[in-house]
């Protein structure tokens, strides 16, 4: 399994930014697709998760309604569109995979550790100016 997150950037409060995963290695529709978040000194905390199978979405509260999640199953993409950017959304920004996306979900809530997600992808910063 590989995951190649891109598309992170420096951008001004306020701003959007939109982030890819690109999956390989894997039967794209079989598995669900997460964004996670660790900033300096933090803990790295879960943003949302999509269902490539059925498109069920999942946000965690502070990205709700700014942060969009969708799936290319075409191009075994999944995007992460961040609108109205905050500088504590500054962090380098994970993309995870799970076959089941009940699992990722909770994972992404974080009532259960990262632990339970076996395939990342490299992160990719996003850095979010005052």
């Known amino acids: 399994v590989q995951l190649q997150a891109s598309g992170g950037g420096l951008v001004q409060a306020g701003g959007s930014l939109r982030l890819s995963c690109a999956a390989s290695g894997i039967n794209f529709d079989d598995y669900a697709i997460g964004w996670f978040r660790q900033a300096p000194g933090k803990e790295r905390e879960g943003v949302a998760c999509i269902s490539t199978s059925d498109g069920s979405t999942y946000y965690v509260d502070s990205v709700q309604g700014r942060f969009t999640i969708s799936s290319d199953n075409a191009k075994n993409t999944v995007y992460l569109q961040m609108n109205n950017l905050k500088p504590e959304d500054t962090a380098v920004y994970y993309c995870?995979?799970?076959?089941?996306?009940?699992?990722?979900?909770?994972?992404?809530?974080?009532?259960?550790?990262?632990?339970?997600?076996?395939?990342w992808g490299q992160g990719t910063l996003v850095t979010v100016s005052s």
């Open positions: 995870a995979a799970h076959e089941a996306f009940g699992v990722l979900r909770v994972v992404v809530v974080g009532a259960v550790g990262i632990g339970y997600v076996d395939h």
